[in-house]
C-alpha cells in the first residue's frame, strides 16, 4: 500500500491477513456476540484466542513479543474485527495502541522483556491510565501524584488518585498510568496546566499493593468491553516501573494518543461498513410499492453516500498507517484519519437504520448496535472538536483555542 509508484493495492500478505481474520470473526466469533453483549461479560476466552493466533501484538517485532507486521496490517485487523464485533475491536485497539505501545517506544530492554512481551504475546491484556474526572484531552491536569520515597534497594514509587473511563479496567494484567510528579517552570507561550505540571508514565501491574478497579461503567453501546475506574492509595512501585524519564509522560502521552487514533479510526470504518454489508442487501430484497427499495432514489443515493465516505476513510486511516511504518510525521494524518472516520461511521450507522425503517430501530438487525458502538469513536482517544484543534494548530502554526 502507497509503495513507490503509488500502488494502491494491498499486498499478498495483507490480503492473506484480512481474510483470515474475516473467515475467523464470521466462523467461529459472529455466533457468540449476542450473548455477550446482553450479558455485558468481557469475552475473555475469545481475547486469549487472538492471542494465541498473535493478532494482539500485531505491530511490533518479534523480539518483543509481536508478529513482526506493519502498522497498516494492524488497521487492517482492527478494521474487520470491529466489522464484526465493536466490542472486541475496541478491547483489541485498546490492549495494543495503548497497553503495549508506550512500552514498545519507551521501555527500556528489562521492561519490555517483563511486560510488553507477555502483552504482545497475547498472554497478559494491556490498558492505559490516562483519563481523570477533571483531566481528560487537558492531561495537564492530571490530579493523580506519584512520589518517590529513596531507600537502599532504589527506593519507590508511591502512587494516590485515581482514573476513569478506562478500557480492559479489571481485565488487563498491566496497566500504563499518568501520574503527576512535580511542577516545572511554566513555557513561554504554553498553557499554564500544561507547563506547571510535571506529568510522568508508570508501569502497574494489577496485583499492585494499594491498586484497585472501581465502578465499571453502563455504556450506550460496547457492551461488552470493560470501562471502568482506576483507584491508588498508597500504590507502590519499584523505581524501575517508571516508564521513560521523569517528566516524560506527557511527551508519552501525546505519543500514545496518535498511534491510538489510528486504530479507533479503523475500527469507526469497521463500524461503518458493517452497517453498509446490512444496509445492501436490504436495499436489494426489500419490496415496496411493488420494486426493491434500492431502486428508489432517497435509499439508493443513502447506499452511495455511506460507499463513498467509508472508502475515503478507510484511505485516510490507511495512509497514517502508512506514514508511521515509514518514520514519518504521522500526527497531523491520524487526527484527520480519526475524525473524518468516526463521523464518517455515525453518519452510515445512523443512514443503515434509515434504509432499514422500523426495523432498523429493534435489536434483530443488528444495525441499531453499529450505531450504538460507532459513538465511541466520535469520543475516543480525543473527541472531534479535539482532532479539529489538533488539525488547525498544525495546519494554522498558530495556538487555537
Not at 493523580?144 to 494484567?173: H, L, Y
Not at 454489508?277 to 415496496?288: E, H, K, W
Request: glycine share 12%; proline share 4%; aromatic share 8%.
Amino acid at each position: 500500500m502507497y509503495a513507490p509508484g503509488v500502488d494502491l493495492d494491498l499486498s499478498s500478505e495483507h490480503v492473506l491477513l484480512r481474510d483470515t481474520i474475516r473467515d475467523f470473526m464470521l466462523a467461529e466469533v459472529a455466533p457468540q456476540i449476542d450473548e455477550h453483549e446482553r450479558a455485558r461479560r468481557f469475552p475473555r476466552p475469545i481475547v486469549e484466542r487472538l492471542g494465541a493466533m498473535g493478532w494482539l501484538g500485531i505491530p511490533f517485532p518479534e523480539d518483543e513479543g509481536g508478529a513482526g507486521l506493519d502498522t497498516l496490517a494492524y488497521a487492517i485487523a482492527i478494521e474487520e474485527i470491529g466489522r464484526v464485533w465493536g466490542s472486541l475491536g475496541l478491547i483489541v485497539a485498546a490492549h495494543t495502541s495503548l497497553g503495549c505501545g508506550p512500552l514498545h517506544v519507551s521501555g527500556t530492554p528489562e521492561q519490555k522483556a517483563r511486560y510488553l512481551v507477555p502483552m504482545a504475546e497475547g498472554r497478559v491484556i494491556g490498558a492505559y491510565g490516562l483519563t481523570e474526572p477533571g483531566a481528560g484531552s487537558d492531561s495537564g491536569g492530571t490530579r493523580t501524584t506519584a512520589r518517590f520515597e529513596d531507600a537502599p534497594d532504589g527506593g519507590s514509587w508511591v502512587i494516590d488518585g485515581g482514573k476513569r473511563f478506562i478500557t480492559n479496567a479489571g481485565q488487563a494484567g498491566t496497566y500504563i498510568v499518568t501520574a503527576r510528579t512535580g511542577t516545572r517552570a511554566a513555557k513561554a507561550g504554553g498553557p499554564a496546566a500544561e507547563a506547571a505540571a510535571e506529568i510522568s508514565a508508570f508501569i502497574v501491574p494489577a496485583d499492585t499493593p494499594g491498586f484497585s478497579v472501581g465502578r465499571l461503567e453502563e455504556k450506550m453501546g460496547l457492551h461488552a468491553s470493560a470501562t471502568g475506574e482506576l483507584i491508588f492509595e498508597g500504590a507502590r512501585l519499584p523505581a524501575a516501573n517508571l516508564l521513560g524519564e521523569r517528566g516524560g509522560g506527557f511527551r508519552i502521552a501525546l505519543n500514545t494518543l496518535d498511534g491510538g487514533r489510528i486504530s479507533i479510526g479503523a475500527l469507526a470504518v469497521g463500524l461503518a461498513q458493517a452497517a453498509l454489508d446490512a444496509a445492501i442487501p436490504y436495499a436489494q430484497t426489500r419490496r415496496q410499492f411493488g420494486r426493491p427499495i434500492g431502486t428508489f432514489q432517497g435509499v439508493a443515493f443513502l447506499i452511495a453516500d455511506m460507499a463513498t465516505e467509508i472508502e475515503a476513510a478507510r484511505q485516510l486511516v490507511w495512509r497514517a498507517a502508512w506514514l508511521k511504518d515509514q518514520g514519518r510525521d504521522y500526527g497531523l494524518a491520524a487526527a484527520q484519519a480519526k475524525l473524518f472516520a468516526s463521523e464518517v461511521s455515525a453518519r452510515a450507522t445512523n443512514a443503515a437504520i434509515q434504509v432499514h425503517g422500523g426495523y432498523g430501530y429493534i435489536e434483530e438487525y443488528k444495525v441499531e448496535r453499529y450505531l450504538r458502538d460507532a459513538k465511541l469513536t466520535e469520543i475516543g482517544e480525543g473527541t472531534s472538536q479535539i482532532q479539529r484543534l489538533v488539525i488547525a494548530r498544525r495546519i494554522l502554526d498558530l495556538r487555537v483555542v
